[in-house]
T-cell receptor, first 114, second 115 residues
Framework: DGGITQSPKYLFRKEGQNVTLSCEQN?????MYWYRQDPGQGLRLIYY???????QKGDIAEGYSVSREKKESFPLTVTSAQKNPTAFYLC?????????????FGPGTRLTVT | DAKTTQPTSMDCAEGRAANLPCNHS???????VYWYRQIHSQGPQYIIH???NNETNEMASLIITEDRKSSTLILPHATLRDTAVYYC????????????????FGQGTILTVHP
């Protein structure tokens, strides 16, 4: 089945550690996105990538980094510079231009930093 | 992108139609209306989108008023599994640069379907 996978579902880290969240898609989509969701809030865009080897900052990129070396993969690193990293992280993909807003989301990773 | 206003919560009886309103009075001519929903602790799911005409797919119908200032998402026969937060989002068609593909999720409407 085609879809987006995120792993792990739950992740616990100590403050000061970097952590990388995985996102893989087998939909052959060009564009991929990372969003963050805090309790009771809507999603906010962290980074997005329209094609391989290219990515752009979203609204809240500070303290995060990404890479897009393969079409299928778009990992997100939450660095120690991110002041409030505890959140629900969602990865999404879309075919690309013209259908960029029809996004398919993964199940999410819930990160807790203590 | 135009701002949207949705009721905070709504209830619906199972088997009945759920009609979720969205106000987007400042929408411009080249902005689309998109609907997503998010079941608790899952990723959002795309439902439907439209520009001017009413749209229907296997999940729902979208009714857009003639002046495009508001729209209604209709789930024709709501089930318990339709309980979710429903988001109405207005986006600029073919946006490039920093707006490319960016979905701005507001608070949405919490729809509760009860037996």
């Amino acid at each position: 089945d085609g879809g987006i996978t995120q792993s792990p579902k739950y992740l616990f880290r100590k403050e000061g550690q970097n952590v990388t969240l995985s996102c893989e898609q087998n939909l052959n989509h060009d564009a991929m996105y990372w969003y963050r969701q805090d309790p009771g809030q809507g999603l906010r865009l962290i980074y997005y990538s329209q094609i391989v080897n290219d990515f752009q900052k979203g609204d809240i990129a500070e303290g995060y980094s990404v890479s897009r070396e393969k079409k299928e993969s778009f990992p997100l690193t939450v660095t120690s510079a991110q002041k409030n990293p505890t959140a629900f992280y969602l990865c999404a993909s879309s075919i690309g231009q013209g259908l960029a807003y029809e996004q398919y989301f993964g199940p999410g990773t819930r990160l807790t930093v203590t | 992108d135009a701002k949207t206003t949705q009721p905070t919560s709504m209830d619906c009886a199972e088997g009945r139609a759920a009609n979720l309103p969205c106000n987007h009075s400042t929408i411009s001519g080249n902005e689309y209306v998109y609907w997503y929903r998010q079941i608790h602790s899952q990723g959002p799911q795309y439902i439907i989108h439209g520009l001017k005409n009413n749209e229907t797919n296997e999940m729902a119908s979208l009714i857009i008023t003639e002046d495009r200032k508001s729209s209604t998402l209709i789930l024709p026969h709501a089930t318990l599994r339709d309980t979710a937060v429903y988001y109405c989002i207005v986006v600029l068609a073919n946006a490039g640069g920093t707006s490319y593909g960016k979905l701005t999720f507001g608070q949405g409407t919490i729809l509760t379907v009860h037996p």
